[in-house]
């Protein structure tokens, strides 16, 4: 039996010698954001949670707070981001190189998808007086930082209303989460801010303090909305935030989420096919994604589809 034992234990040794294959490694992926209190973190935020748990093996998925849309888009320009989320009215300004990108086309743009639409608003203490927007003259309002989507936003509206907000007004330009306190802290007056609803960085202060956010309802605002095709003129409903109890008239862009060409085809494909799959758990997130609607979710897209996209939405004969 003696030679038994000794085949026993040069198995037992085999074993044990037997070279263990590595895991695979997983990819990183980064998704960017903006302020931290506004729904584009949390749209990398969810999404990255939500990759996270179900393609865990495969991917390591960072969401990550950031400027803001120029900020994001200028990232795919240089390929530091796999994904973000700019808004719909920059996201066509960059490929046709228009504006901030005036002669210099962002033509590695790339298209996944469209989420929630956000509003343009202007928001206010009670207290300051402030009820239509010539009121702001001579006020501290935030502007919004340089390189976001919130800044255009504002000095478009400045824009239209004769407003310069070099002389006519103090403007700060805060992030969002710092605007929000100072407003509370009487640190400004008022602040402008695009965003999808409800957004936290209304809903605290509105604790806090008596807000009033001001109509967005000049003709020319309207008529911008009709000729512009990332543009939508809309409302934000009575009730949406604490002591708002009136349809607050303005316009909306939608939030789009953006890649470059230049990132794996299978990467996007198992995004796309990721939320798409799971897009109840998405919705159920936040509030701004309760309506979520995968056809609309196709639409308001300036720079042409990434191909990974592009080959889930034609499996799913959406395209």
């Known amino acids: 039996m003696a030679w038994k034992r000794v085949v026993l234990v040069a198995l037992v040794i085999a074993a044990l010698i037997v070279p263990v294959q590595p895991a695979m490694a997983k990819t990183d992926v980064l998704f960017g954001g903006a302020s931290i209190v506004g729904?584009?973190?949390?749209?990398?935020?969810?999404?990255?949670?939500?990759?996270?748990?179900?393609?865990?093996?495969?991917?390591?998925?960072?969401g990550r707070p950031t400027g803001g849309s120029v900020f994001n888009i200028n990232a795919m320009v240089r390929e530091t981001f796999d994904f973000g989320v700019a808004q719909s009215d920059r996201n066509y300004q960059a490929f046709n190189g228009v504006a901030d990108w005036e002669g210099k086309p962002v033509k590695n743009l790339r298209s996944v998808f469209s989420m929630h639409p956000e509003t343009v608003m202007l928001v206010t203490r009670k207290d300051t007086g402030i009820k239509k927007v010539e009121d702001i003259k001579g006020k501290r309002v935030n502007i919004g930082n340089p390189g976001s989507g919130q800044r255009f936003n504002a000095e478009e509206v400045l824009r239209i209303y004769g407003i310069d907000p070099s002389s006519d007004l103090r403007a700060e330009s805060l992030q969002q989460h710092e605007a929000s306190r100072a407003l509370v802290d009487r640190k400004i007056d008022a602040f402008f801010y695009t965003v999808?609803?409800?957004?936290?960085?209304?809903?605290?202060?509105?604790q806090s303090v008596d807000i009033v956010m001001v109509p967005l309802d000049h003709p020319d605002i309207k008529k911008m909305a009709e000729e512009k095709p990332y543009y939508i003129f809309t409302k934000i409903p009575a009730g949406t935030y604490k002591g708002v109890d009136y349809d607050v008239p303005t316009y909306a862009v939608t939030a789009t989420v953006i890649s470059h060409e230049t990132v794996d085809d299978q990467i996007v494909y198992d995004m796309v096919k990721t939320v798409f799959e799971n897009l109840q758990q998405l919705k159920g997130s936040h509030a701004a994604f309760r309506h979520l609607d995968p056809k609309e979710m196709l639409q308001g897209l300036s720079a042409p589809f990434h191909p990974g996209a592009l080959k889930y939405y034609k499996e799913k004969g959406w395209m």
């Open 39 to 62: 729904v584009y973190y949390q749209v990398a935020l969810q999404i990255s949670n939500l990759m996270n748990r179900h393609r865990g093996d495969d991917y390591n998925y960072i």
């Open 196 to 206: 999808g609803n409800p957004s936290a960085a209304i809903e605290e202060p509105a």
